[in-house]
């Protein structure tokens, strides 16, 4: 009995060593250990036959026989495992030493989006929300809200496109109309800016374009009067063109506020003494501004005897126009990659 287990050992070590591939190792440990029908299965079975002093002394060599072909068979599983994850590695292996491909051109921001960022940033700063509005406005949002009846005079100089079929619906003509929508959104107080595109029925040249942009404020709270209006614009001013910037406001009509401003600053190529971009006058007009008009407030859902505001508009065009001396407001819209690549 004990030359049967021993010749069967020597075989199975064997058969393990010449194993390939992980079925046929299943296989052959099913032959050797399987339960019912396995080669020392069945040998062990035999034992019970055996007189008491044999039986144990063989039991004993055929447990030690089971763990050396265990552990053997254990040993070819992890050496095949290995050998298929190498296979596998292989398979998935990148060449790294491939040069590196040719630089890809970039692109870069529109002067318009340089010149809005960075006004953003400013005013997030100060503490001011950054908001949107619909580009594709209602007649009552863009005209009637902000203090512009149907038969008002202002309707003609900002015409606009409209949608054919539905009277109320035009191409916004400026920002503004977030003056109404960002308190009844937000409520009271407020400070917030709304940079975006614009659209009116213009003839072009090299001063107007159909399509431009603009960037309105607002400012509501308790207590608010002109000296903060005029220090929230002092301080955009100098960031724009200069500590030693200089701003002026003079009386100009608005519907959406009273009283109205015409704000200028320095011009910032001549300091104020004159030249071809200030037409010799020393100064740039580049805002319009007031205290927001009762009517206005109003319309937010504000009570004008609670809550003061005021409330500013920045040609972001004129503004991109200025500071990169560009002579020709059509450029911006062209799509001329000889003219962007400037920037």
């Not at 591939?21 to 250990?33: I, Q, R």
């Not at 050496?79 to 890809?104: F, G, H, N, Y």
């Not at 975006?196 to 404020?217: I, M, P, S, W």
């Not at 205290?291 to 609670?306: A, I, Q, R, S, T």
Request: aromatic share 8%; net charge neutral; hydrophobic share 35%.
């Amino acid at each position: 009995m004990q030359n049967k287990f021993e010749e069967l050992k020597a075989q199975a070590l064997l058969a393990i060593k010449a194993i390939k591939d992980s079925a046929e190792l299943v296989a052959l440990e099913n032959k050797l250990l399987g339960r019912k029908s396995g080669e020392l299965t069945n040998l062990m079975k035999g034992l019970k036959d055996l007189g008491d002093g044999v039986k144990k002394t063989v039991g004993q060599l055929a447990n030690t026989i089971k763990i050396e072909i265990e552990a053997s068979l254990a040993s070819k599983r992890r050496e095949l495992q290995t050998a298929d994850w190498s296979v596998a590695m292989e398979k998935e292996r990148l060449d790294i030493s491939q040069p590196s491909l040719p630089p890809q051109e970039r692109g870069h921001f529109h002067p318009n989006t340089i010149i809005q960022k960075d006004l953003e940033d400013l005013f997030s700063t100060m503490g001011f929300m950054v908001l949107d509005g619909p580009e594709l406005e209602s007649d009552y949002y863009n005209f009637t809200a902000l203090n512009i009846s149907a038969n008002h005079p202002a309707r003609d100089s900002q015409d606009t496109f409209y949608i054919k079929g539905h009277s109320n619906w035009v191409m916004r003509t400026h920002t503004s109309p977030v003056q109404v929508r960002g308190p009844q959104k937000y409520g009271v107080p407020i400070r917030a800016i709304v940079p975006g595109k614009c659209y009116r029925n213009e003839a072009t040249d090299v001063r107007h374009e159909h399509t431009f942009y603009q960037l309105d404020g607002i400012v509501i709270d308790k207590g608010i009067n002109l000296s903060h209006m005029k220090g929230v614009l002092e301080a955009v001013a100098k960031h724009l063109y200069g500590p030693e910037t200089k701003v002026r406001m003079r009386p100009k009509y608005y519907p959406f506020v009273e009283p109205g401003v015409n704000g200028e600053v320095t011009c910032f190529l001549c300091k104020g003494q004159g030249c071809r971009l200030c037409k010799k006058t020393g100064w740039l007009e580049i805002f319009g501004a007031g205290p927001m008009h009762p009517n206005v407030l109003k319309e937010g859902g504000v009570d004008p005897k609670e809550y003061q505001g005021f409330a500013f508009g920045f040609g972001l065009t004129r503004l991109v126009m200025l500071k990169y001396g560009i002579d020709d407001i059509r450029l911006l819209e062209s799509g001329n990659l000889k003219f962007l690549e400037q920037f």
